[in-house]
């Protein structure tokens, strides 16, 4: 587990238990399944992923060690983006949003309805499915 500058307890997404189904990433949350389908990877560039968040789900904080962006395709939610100070940021989104990550900014992501969002990562991730 990381500790940044007064924030602890935030994970990297590779450090997450997760389990693998047929080239689908599930992370188990709050009883329920979060899943990851890759959709393009391209030489360790770049990796592109359709991700589901049930309703009432909240994936929790965790960083990368790539940027990230995330752009939502139905439903609604936020990403909370947890600064060094421990103050927060929410971002509310609906279809056509999309939300920037810094390389390593703790995150989390709530589903407010069934949400669907593509998550892009440079370079690619080794959390996403391949």
Known sequence: ?????GVSNIVRLEELEKELSDGTVIWRVNGQEVRV???WNHHKRV???RV?????AIFPIHTHDQVES?????????VIIRHNDG?????FISIGDVVKLAQGE???VEAITDLWL?????????????
Do not use: R
């Open 1 to 5: 587990m990381c500790n940044m500058d």
């Open 37 to 39: 389908w890759n959709l």
């Open 47 to 49: 990796a592109v992923a």
């Open 52 to 56: 589901n968040i049930p309703p009432g």
């Open 70 to 78: 995330l752009t939502c395709f139905d439903g609604e939610g936020k």
């Open 87 to 91: 103050s927060q940021t929410e971002h």
């Open 106 to 108: 703790p995150h989390s």
């Open 118 to 130: 593509i998550g892009i990562t440079v370079p690619s991730s080794p959390a996403f499915p391949e």
